[in-house]
């Protein structure tokens, strides 16, 4: 298969809906060998009636021997995307110690646990690309209500970079996309907990300078080159894309 990514074996979690979903279409439309992971073994197997090509498997990304056992299956891949995630609301005086366990635990140690067992391969290979899901909402700026989300996005950034400077000799990349507000499941079950999910979803359409929210295949199609060898000689960088609302 030609394209961008041919002869590219990739990785991409949280790709039951979404940005991870539009991504693992978007890899294997440039020609990449695609392993779709997620919890939700439904939205993998709907994801997966439409393009027959993707490889599924249903795991939970803070699964430390799952994971091990996925990369023992799996072998050495030239993608890792690390695109799962979780969104607490609430500030700090109205996060639990559970909360934030669940916002680190998914945002944060499962990047460093899926690393960790591909990282190996990659090495062994002398090229890869890591691709990290942070956020606009992290070490580039505070929204109100978004305490432990955003830390947890902050500690994605420290971790892409920390990567990025321990294995830069070794042919390994590791980038961090940080999007604004993206129109996705994820967004719609925020909404939905709103008393007036209209209003709720104007207010958050209006705090984008564009005038509208972001759409999944537009942080797809970054990931896409972050992972080609267009982006060789990009590494450690933070891609904010969040039409103007870091501004």
Same mark, same amino acid.
């Given at each position: 298969?030609?394209? !961008? ?7 991409? +979690?949280?790709?039951?809906? &979404?940005?991870? !979903? ?8 440039? $020609? ?7 919890? @939700? ?9 439409? #393009?027959?090509?993707? =490889? ?8 430390? #021997?799952?994971?091990? %056992? ?12 690390? /695109? ?10 109205? /996060? +639990?110690?559970?909360?934030?366990? #669940? ?12 690393? =960790? ?10 090229? *890869?690309?890591?691709? @990290? ?24 950034? $420290?971790?892409? =970079? ?8 070794? &042919?390994? %990349? /590791? @980038?961090?996309?940080?999007? *604004? ?30 005038? %509208?929210? &972001? ?19 990009? +590494? &450690? ?6 039409? *103007?609302?870091?501004?």
């Amino acid at each position: 298969m030609s394209g !961008r990514l041919a002869d590219k074996v990739s990785v991409i +979690t949280g790709a039951g809906q &979404g940005i991870g !979903r539009a991504a693992a279409l978007a890899f294997v439309s440039a $020609g990449s060998t695609v392993w779709a992971v997620d919890r @939700n073994s439904e939205t993998l197997a709907v994801l997966q009636s439409k #393009q027959p090509a993707i =490889k599924i498997k249903t795991l939970d990304v803070t699964d430390g #021997q799952g994971i091990a %056992r996925l990369a023992d299956e799996i072998g050495p891949v030239d993608v890792l995307f690390n /695109c799962a995630g979780y969104v607490h609301a609430g500030g700090i005086l109205d /996060c +639990t110690e559970a909360d934030w366990d #669940q916002a680190m635990n998914v945002n944060a140690r499962s990047m460093f646990l899926m690393t =960790k067992a591909f990282l190996p391969g990659m090495v062994d290979n002398g090229a *890869g690309s890591i691709i @990290n899901m942070s956020s606009v909402v992290s070490s580039v700026m505070g929204i109100p209500g978004r305490f432990a989300y955003g830390t947890s996005k902050a500690a994605v950034v $420290g971790l892409t =970079k920390s990567i990025a400077a321990d294995y830069v000799d070794k &042919g390994i %990349r /590791c @980038n961090a996309i940080a999007p *604004g507000t993206v129109d996705s499941p994820s967004l719609g079950d925020r909404l939905a907990v709103f008393d007036d999910p209209v209003a709720a979803r104007a207010e958050f359409v209006a705090r984008q300078p564009m005038g %509208r929210l &972001g759409l999944p295949e537009e942080i797809a199609a970054l990931a896409v080159y972050l992972a080609s060898d267009e982006a060789a000689y990009t +590494t &450690g960088s933070v891609h904010v894309v969040d039409g *103007g609302m870091s501004l």
